[in-house]
């Protein structure tokens, strides 16, 4: 066994009462493709961050690059020197600089005498770096001109820039989210040509198709513990990974079906037309759960934000109170309709993190229960005891601000904040993203009551878990197919029916998608 | 003074999470540290003056009525106020002191030089401010221009329109109604303050109390999240800056009403006292936020500074020094406190 080009071994990070990362090791061997991946908040990210030393990690940890110790916490310089070099999601280019000053930015070639930056060596620098990952890009177009593969390829140079050829480790931190799918055959030849001489990539990444087309082996995280340490990617399948990811169903949230036969409609869903895919028709009972699932990236992602009346689209909702034109419709008339959105980015869309929770979850209700020249405290603050008691949210108390708050306990305040304005269609967008284990059943069980309750519930996620663990039925959507309805207990089903089907291009269509893995 | 438990900084400080909590202390006397720190070096301030300015100068009621019955400083609580109403939600209004000086402009033109009616002139001046607010968010709100780059051009035009309609000439205009609207005695203070303290109250209520102000709140922190909560975002930012613009033409009025004449040139002098005021006001009362009562407290402040330091005996470039000093440092200091309240 060749001395591991990196080898991190017991990488722990707590914060609080929170463990993030526990006892994780990562070695990456010379010369190879190393994936590392989990879903949002299994401490893949605060693996990486502490790599490049953003995270201090916990005592204990060991790290070493070509067998040579690095100190703790990293100081980045030192890994630099050691051959470590990151590429982030976002690129970090320039859009209006040259593609040569975006590739010699932190280390331009200088002239002896004035010092100024010497363009003729910092343009033979990257036509020679662009050329090691066989790229014929000029130097002097400006980076926002470039396709996206050719972006990610500047950006990889600028990390390979200092490289002795055959050495370092370039870590891609999900930079390759940025390429196309049809992309993925191009990318792939641009990462075997930096890992032919010896040079490492590992690349942090989400997408299993992705992973297992440009990886040799693979590193999974499943809350914070590594599941699977340097797997081979030869015998996986995507479901395998997903498997690893997602776990089995240890705190299964068992929920018995609430729909009564002779049920009403909830909600009658009419022709509502998401971007590639035909126009939807579909029916929620009252106190059923239905699920909405497909291929990451497809496009039923907009289902929610359509029917909340976030996004104009064609189509329209009946709920028992009202009818809306979807082409139309603003959010108040969405939300007068009884139609609640709880969105997927609870950060930036769901929660204003500097207001306290009593505030946040008073929001919706404020115009209904509120007369216009006064809000009173009395029911803000009985709305706040309940909602904190009833999922169990850990706070200082109704006064704390949101920010304060670990991403279950604000995703639970998310929750209660549109439980409140009682919805006769509460749709849910990956309700338990990045959240743990715990708060995942408190979240899920109140689905289910509020199911019970009368509503009817639209989950709109790509977990699989969640997914047969709280629906009663399933509706796995492809583009330019008939949605494809399931029954089932098992994840698997659900896995199969979103990854074996052929895949076709991505919500744009494009005709140029030759090579496509399936 | 209610006679709750006075607990040390300390106490507050050591917050862990708990599920329940025994027995709530009323807001206002939460975190106590963070919010009154203020209060404190302005009354430590207060008792230095008290003793160092000689001959008990500062002792007297002249020294109590120019720091809180001052011309500049009534003009300023309606100026900052203006300038609350538009950065609650979260927008930047730098043509506050232009806009007013074009409705004083407006108001000393007409009634001065073209004898209308004084009530006439008045009402002129509001809306010339509610116009200037209505242009300003129409560039912001409607078309999406950057809202400092909008009201930094808005603001040099207004000022530029009112050397032309003032020839940059002083305009004066006496009407003794008018007068007494600003000037007239009540206990011993210009009815002016008490329109100030109000004016500071109304806003502090309709921030706190009323579905409109909570949304403004929300529109401040998230406008997404308040879009998405059904909030109507647009109408509320377009009516901020016609409110904004509104009270900055208030802020003209006192000034013709109380000197009787307006000299154009003085306006912009008032824009950074005004913003100083708001952002020092961010370290009091609710601290990190823009807060009505925050920014009174604030201006009087910075007025006792003022005065007590001229008191001693520093010329009038001390004002311009105390003004920003004092805003990085308190707003410094409040930071520390409350970060440090927070527990880390």
Known sequence: MPTPRLEARHASKTYGAARVLDDATLVVQPGEIHALIGQNGCGKSTLVKILTGYHAPDAGMELAVDGKALSLPVQWRAAQAAGVSVVHQDLGLVDHLSVSENIGIGGFKRTHVSRRIDWRAQDRVARETLGRLGLDIDPHAPAGDLPASHRAGVAIARALRDAVPGEGLVILD??????????????????????????????VSHNLEEVLALADRV??????RVVGQGLDTAGLTEADLARLMLGSTVDAVVRSPAVRPEASAAAEVVGVRIDGHDPLDLTVAEGEVVGITGLPGTGFEQLPYLLGGARRGAGSVV???????????????????????VPER????????????????????????????L????????????????????????????????????????????????PSLLVLHEPTQAVDVGARADLLRTVGETAAAGAGVLLVSTEPTDLVETCDRILVLHPGRPPRELRTSDPDDVLEAIYGVPTTAPSTVDTETGALHV | MSDTEQLPATAVAAAPEQLTEPRRRPAWLQNPAAKYSLLVVWAAMAAYFWFAVPGGLFHTTGTFRSIFGSMQAMVLVFLAMSAVITLVVGEFDLSIASVMGISATTAAVLGGLHDVNPVLACLAAIGVGALAGAANAFFVVVMGVSSFVVTLGMGTVWMGVAEMVSHNNYVSMSSPGLKSFATTSVLGMPVA?????????????????TPLGRSM??????????????????????????AGGVLAAFAGILIVASVGSFDNSTSSSYLLPALAAVFLGTAVIQPGMFNPLGTLVAIYFLQTGILGLQLLGYDTWIQNVFYGLGLVVAVTLAKVVRDRAKGA
């Open chain 1, 219 to 224: 590193t999974v995280l499943r809350d914070g």
């Open chain 1, 319 to 341: 709920t028992s109170r009202a009818r809306v034109d979807l082409a139309r419709a603003t959010v108040p008339q969405c939300l007068d309709a009884g139609i609640a959105l």
């Open chain 1, 346 to 373: 609870r950060i930036t869309d769901g929660l204003a993190v500097e207001l306290s929770v009593r505030d946040n979850l008073a929001l919706p209700t404020m115009r209904r229960r509120g007369r216009p020249w």
């Open chain 2, 193 to 209: 303050f008490y329109y100030g303290v109000g004016l500071a109250l109304v806003l502090a209520y309709l921030l706190a109390w």
């Open chain 2, 217 to 242: 709140i929300f529109i401040g922190a998230n406008p997404e999240v308040a879009r998405l909560a059904g909030v109507r975002v647009a109408p509320i930012r377009f009516g901020a800056y016609v």
């Open chain 1, 174 to 203: 999900e930079a390759t989210r940025a390429l196309p799918r049809e992309e993925l055959a191009r990318s792939h030849e641009v990462l075997r040509r930096i890992v032919a001489p010896g040079t490492s990539v590992l690349m």
């Open chain 1, 375 to 422: 809000v009173r405290r009395g029911w803000q603050d009985r709305l706040a005891a309940r909602a904190i008691t009833g999922l169990g949210i850990r706070s200082r108390g109704p006064g704390a601000l949101v920010r304060e708050l670990s991403g279950g306990n604000q995703q639970k305040v998310l929750f209660a904040k549109w439980l409140s304005v009682e």
